[in-house]
């Protein structure tokens, strides 16, 4: 394995063990996790891989393929710089809530897309976390890895994410996805194999990033927390009646309710007719969560929209974008007979457009974190 030979060309011996963690993407319920609602995403079979070993001296060594020459030695995890704040970011979460986590030796491989909003993060925190867990014998639950992951990037790398991402990459298993509750932290794995319904989930991936980290985020969950603040409710997961609650919202607020509400009730109709054997038939969800997306909550951009819309007029069943918005990719529901004329409607329109070409990724569900060696 690559990064066991980049191991020991590092540190001059074996690594303890070697840990995989994937990036994830989501089918629907997109920005519900952290109004703790309903998500249905699942990993893909790109990630991270890490050679670790223990270290006594509680220093943290750390190095990643993607990043030559660029080596980190760090004494205190707060040093960390750029992505190795992630992964770090875990040790320091560990050793926040008294877990006995000494120092590591740490080199990270990863292979998921650029740009393609596919969750590298999650799947560097992720892998951090199972191999600590291991390695100093923590006898953590998954769920729980998960949420030290969530912690890290929220508290130490800033990033105010849901459980999602963290989860998927955790918890998912090979050809299913995995329906999570993010109030009770329950979870399911849905079987969902296109390819015996004669189907791919096309993954479009726009290589554009806008704004995200720029403070919209945090915008809208605040958006969130406002509306349900004026509603007297825990969060909008309590929403009972739609109807009633709109009418005693407003601008930002209200559209925003809108989508989240509906995006709930979206997922628990797409999980019932994955349960009916009926998969073909998710597509007007797909799009309804889009256009959701794109005039309620506001996060699509040009080239999510013009992937989606390409994709339906190439004869895909349903489109939409995933993950948190802003550019990263679009997923597209189709037909294996139609797949080329929809990848070549897409490519054609950012062609016309003048736009660097789309990345069609086929996404088939992979298992989850796990060790290798
Ligand atoms: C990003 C976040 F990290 C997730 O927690 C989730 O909110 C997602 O955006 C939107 O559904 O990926």
């Avoid at 009730?265 to 998710?282: C, D, K, M, T």
């Amino acid at each position: 394995m690559r990064v066991v030979d980049a191991f020991r060309e590092a540190y001059g011996a074996e690594p303890a063990g070697v840990w995989h963690a994937p990036g994830r993407v989501n089918l629907i319920g997109e920005h519900t996790d952290y109004n703790d609602g309903f998500v249905l995403p699942f990993a893909v079979p790109w990630g991270v891989t890490a050679a670790v070993s223990p270290r006594e001296d509680g220093v943290i060594r750390i190095r990643s393929l993607q990043a030559p020459g660029k080596d980190q030695v760090l004494d205190d995890p707060d040093r960390a710089e750029g992505w190795a704040r992630y992964p770090v970011g875990v040790v320091w979460v560990m050793r926040e809530r008294g877990l006995p986590v000494g120092g590591a030796d740490i080199v990270m491989d990863g292979d998921v897309p650029a740009g393609a909003g596919l969750s590298s993060s999650a799947a560097l925190e992720v892998c951090a976390a199972l191999a600590l867990n291991d390695l100093y014998d923590l006898g953590l639950e998954r769920m729980e890895l998960a949420r030290i992951g969530q912690k890290a990037e929220n508290d130490f790398v800033g990033m105010p994410c849901g459980i999602m991402d963290q989860a998927a990459s955790a918890l998912s298993q090979e050809g299913h996805a995995l329906f999570l509750d993010c109030r009770s932290l329950g979870s399911r794995s849905i079987p969902f194999d296109l390819a015996a319904h004669g189907l791919q989930l096309l993954i479009i991936n726009t290589g554009v990033h806008h704004e995200l980290a720029d403070g919209q985020y945090a915008r809208r969950r605040r958006d969130c927390e406002n509306a349900a603040k004026h509603l007297g409710l825990a969060s909008l997961r309590d929403v009972t009646d739609l109807t009633a609650a709109l009418a005693r919202l407003s601008g930002d607020e209200r559209a925003r309710t809108q989508h989240v509400v509906t995006e709930n009730h979206r997922v628990e109709a797409v999980i019932g007719l994955l349960r009916a054997g009926a998969v073909q038939e998710i597509g007007a969800l797909l799009n309804a969560s889009h256009l959701s997306l794109r005039d309620q909550y506001e996060v699509s951009c040009d080239e999510l929209d013009v992937a989606v819309e390409s994709a339906i007029k190439g004869g895909a069943r349903g489109a939409r974008m995933t993950g948190g918005g802003f550019g990263g990719s679009a997923i597209a529901l189709v037909a294996d007979d139609r797949v080329d004329r929809v990848r070549a409607t897409v490519a054609g329109a950012y062609e016309e457009r003048g736009w660097a070409a789309p990345e069609f990724l086929p996404a088939v569900p992979a298992p989850g974190a796990r060790r290798l060696a």
